[in-house]
């Protein structure tokens, strides 16, 4: 079985961790905007928070967002685990490029497009 390398899994984290970033970011300026007093002291809790909070953010989210944002944690849950990068289907590795383009893909593409066929 071959193993991921450590700095392309430290690569894939990245870019997962971005795009929850982004995310929660998008909801997060929705909500100062919501929200009169917008000072150090907010951002101080919402640094200190916690899932909960990441939680509460989501609700902002639409449908399709939050559906993102729970690709994006399962697959740094995966990559935690040490499952990260193998389809849950047929349990191969999924492509290198694939992952490049969609970090938190969890089915390699013979499967997604069989599921897509149904
Ligand atoms: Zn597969």
């Known amino acids: 079985m071959r193993m991921m390398r ?3 899994l430290e690569n894939y984290r990245k870019m997962l961790q971005a795009q929850k970033q982004t995310l929660l970011e998008k909801v997060k300026n929705s909500v100062d905007m919501n929200r009169e007093d917008s ?7 919402a640094d200190f928070a916690s899932d909960y909070y990441e939680r509460e953010l989501a609700l902002g989210l639409s449908e399709t967002e939050r559906q993102r944002l729970q690709e994006v944690e399962d697959a740094l849950d ?15 590795w999924i492509a290198p490029q694939r992952l490049e383009a969609l970090p938190f893909a969890k089915l390699c593409i013979e499967c997604k497009a ?5």
């Open 114 to 118: 069989k599921e897509e066929r149904k």
């Open 78 to 92: 995966r990559i935690e685990g040490g499952s990260y990068g193998k389809c849950e289907t047929c349990g191969s």
């Open 39 to 45: 000072s150090d002291e907010v951002k101080d809790a």
């Open 6 to 8: 450590k700095t392309q």
